[in-house]
């Protein structure tokens, strides 16, 4: 009776020591009762008081008490040990397909699998609805191959499938860690942040990923939050602008349009690719104002290339799913092409497959249907990676198909490759659907895309992104190529 049990007698004997003694003896036992808490075991049950949601599995503030001990005693005896972030690949989806109650289940399993793998010594935390954190017991010797091989055996005994009903979920975890040696600071909350640093740079790798705490992980970790930081004025000030990628016709080399690609040019940091900022703008809630910029620099060139008497038929402008869902898309984009007095098919909306596979949101359909029927094309880009079926394809009223680059690269000496690409230009064909090919960087891949009967390529081999600044003399001076070059003859064309 000397843990939390022991607490509801305190009221009984708060009072008696009053009746017998006085003021004098209540003064002593208030003295006296965190002591004998202590001695009786306080701490301890104070950790088991603050709950555990799978059994023998400490809860947050729990385990970073525990860890804190944990690196001050292994700092101290020069030993060696290492704190693991695990987390559940794509648990939000886990519950919109098999419902809270099955996610459940399932991180009470992991918690349990986490257990059995694990030495007595080491401890374990759940430090949210679908992440744990481990940190193990200070051992002479932990190399990072030993971590690794820790890891491992933790996704091998998490990712075996749960039965839920008699139905088997199968998920997949990342795991990121940080030895103690290499931890950046000097106290068990860095230690266990670093760890937590690892685990995002898995999860960014993609699923059952695992990753070590580096210096240079740090680094980039804290570039990252700093462009997060710069993001809105970068929009504001027009440090984010349009770059422009030039698409072209295989049966007569003309110019058919221009993608626009969103670049950075960072007043420090020189040019950045997307790929290094839109995790930013992302997390910043700024991709709506992203698409605006790109809608508003993406007319304002077409007007230049009118301006300049070179025909420019259409601009594609990429919308991720999030900009879809927007209910007011519709009359942004009306707005700008009356504000800017240009056509609808001048703009051409590029669309992921993976949103119209997946079309989970009703905007989203409403939308992307809204702009085919105000006139906009309808581009389904990196098509074969995302497994849009031919009915969602007619649905959304789809004006032409990129063709992934992964299909494209080498298809001049990979009969593989070939094989594919015939299967999407057939199917294309037969139900009128317009081609492009992306990612062609050379003649070989250009010359036979065009005898396969693709209509347009775009990529290196044809022209790199470039400022609108540029793109006036790349334009003079493929034309001035086309000129000289022979027509090459596709199919469509025999």
């Not at 939390?4 to 009746?19: G, Q, R």
């Not at 119209?356 to 880009?381: H, Q």
């Not at 789809?398 to 199917?427: G, N, W, Y």
């Not at 492009?436 to 005898?451: I, N």
Request: glycine share 8%; net charge negative.
């Amino acid at each position: 009776m000397l843990g939390p049990p022991a607490l509801a007698f305190l009221p009984a004997i708060s009072l008696t020591a009053y009746w017998f003694g006085g003021e004098g003896a209540l003064i002593v036992f208030a003295a006296l009762l965190p002591v004998l808490y202590l001695v009786g075991g306080g701490f301890h049950d104070r950790l088991i008081l603050q709950g555990e949601a799978v059994k023998g599995v400490l809860q947050r503030s729990a385990f970073e008490e525990l860890t804190e001990e944990i690196y001050a005693r292994t700092s101290q005896s020069g030993r060696e040990a290492a704190a693991f972030f695990i987390l559940i690949d794509d648990f939000d989806q886990l519950i919109e397909r098999h419902g809270q109650a099955a996610a459940d289940v399932v991180v009470q399993r992991t918690g349990e699998r986490l257990q059995s793998v694990l030495r007595g010594d080491d401890n374990i935390g759940q430090m949210g609805d679908a992440r744990f954190a481990i940190c193990t017991k200070p051992v002479r010797h932990l190399d990072l191959e030993l971590c690794i091989q820790m890891a491992s055996r933790m996704q091998t005994a998490t990712e075996e499938p749960v039965s839920v009903d008699g139905t088997s979920v199968f998920v997949s975890v990342c795991v990121g860690f940080c030895q103690h040696s290499r931890t950046p600071g000097k106290s068990g909350a860095e230690w266990l942040q670093a760890a937590a640093t690892a685990l995002r740079e898995a999860h960014r790798r993609g699923p059952s990923a695992i990753r070590a705490f580096s210096d240079q992980m740090r680094h980039d970790t804290e570039a990252r939050a700093e462009l997060r930081e710069d993001v809105a004025q970068a929009l504001n000030s027009g440090q984010i602008q349009p770059w422009f990628q030039p698409q072209i016709s295989t049966d007569t080399g003309q110019i058919t349009g221009f993608e626009a690609l969103a670049r950075w040019t960072h007043p420090d940091r020189g040019l950045l690719s997307p790929a290094v900022f839109l995790p930013a703008i992302e997390q910043a809630g700024q991709l709506e104002r992203l698409a605006e910029v790109m809608i508003y620099h993406s007319f304002a060139a077409l007007k230049a290339w009118d301006a300049a008497g070179v025909d420019v038929p259409q601009v594609d402008v990429n919308f991720a799913g999030s900009e879809l869902s927007n209910p007011k898309l519709l009359e942004k984009i009306k707005w700008e092409l009356d504000r800017f007095e240009l056509s609808p098919n001048r703009l051409a909306v590029e669309v992921l497959e993976t949103v119209v596979a997946g079309a989970p949101d009703d905007m989203i359909t409403l939308n992307i249907n809204a702009l085919g029927k105000l006139g906009c094309r309808i581009d389904l880009d990196d098509f074969g990676t995302g497994h849009a079926s031919i009915a969602s394809i007619r649905r959304f009223s789809v004006s032409r198909i990129k063709i992934d680059r992964s299909f494209v690269m080498k298809a001049d000496r990979d009969p593989e490759q070939q094989r594919m690409i015939s299967a999407i230009l057939t199917m294309a064909e037969r139900l009128q659907l317009e081609t492009l090919a992306e990612g062609v960087e050379t003649v070989g891949e250009h010359v036979l895309l065009a005898q396969l009967g693709c209509d347009h390529v775009q990529g290196f081999g044809i022209g790199r992104p470039m400022p609108f600044e540029q793109t006036l003399d790349w334009i003079d001076r493929h034309t001035t190529k086309l000129e000289d070059v022979p027509r090459i003859m596709n199919n469509r064309s025999l």
